[in-house]
C-alpha cells in the first residue's frame, strides 16, 4: 500500500528517479517494477513531459480543425494528430518493460495501438489524396506533402517490420535473426517520431494553413520538444544496443 507521503520508491510516476537524481533523471532510468500495473507506464518517469507535449499538441491542431468551418479536408490533420498521438502512447507503454511477461504484454499493446495509428494515418493519407483528385489539385508539391509521403511510407515499413519479427519471426529464418533487428526497430520508430513532427512544423506553412487552420509554427515547436524532453531520456540504452 502506498504511504500517505507518496515517496518516490512507492510512486508510480517518480520511479527511478531518487531525490539525488537530476531533474529529468538518467537516461534510462524508468523501469516497470515488479508487480506494478502496465497502465502506469503512461505516467512513469518523464512521461508525463511527454504527455503534456503531445496532448499540446494534439489539442493545438483539434481546436484550429474545429474553428474552422469543417469540410471532408478537416477529417485530414484530426486523423494524422490522432495517429501521431497514438504512436506516442505506444511507445511509452513498451519503453519501461524489461522482465519477459512484461516485455509479452507491453509488445501486445504497442502493436495494438500503433496499428490503430498506422490505420488513423492510413485514411488520413487517402482523404488528402480523394481531395487532391476531386479538385484536380497537384501532387507531392509542397516540403509538407513530400515528408508527409516519406512518413506514410516509413510508418508502413515500420508497421510490418515490427510485426514480423515478432509474430512471425520464422520469414527471418530464425528467432535469433529476427530479435537481431529489435534495435534497428526502436532506432527507426524515434527517429520516425522526430520526422513526423517534422513533418506537422511543415503543415504550418502551407496555404491552407495560413488561410484557415492558423496553427503556429512555433507552437508546433514547443510541443514536439517538449514531448521529446518526455519521451528520450527513458530510451535504455542496452535496448539499442549500447
Known sequence: MASATGSPEENPATQGRGEDEPLLGRAGDASQQDGQGIQFNFVLGTAIIAQAGIWILTATIWASAFIAP?????????????????????????????APKQKHLGTNIHAAINGTAVLSLLAAFIIIEYNKFAHAGAHFTSPHAILGLITYIFFAIQAIVGITQYYTPGI????????AIYKYHRMSGYLLLILSFATVAAATQTGFNKTTLHIKLWAVIVAAVITLIGLLPRIKKQKLGF
Open 172 to 179: 527471418y529464418g530464425s528467432v535469433d535473426n529476427a530479435k
Open 70 to 98: 469543417l469540410s471532408l479536408f478537416s477529417a485530414h490533420p484530426l486523423l494524422n494528430s490522432a495517429g501521431l498521438l497514438l504512436t506516442t502512447q505506444a511507445i511509452l507503454i513498451l519503453q519501461p518493460t524489461h
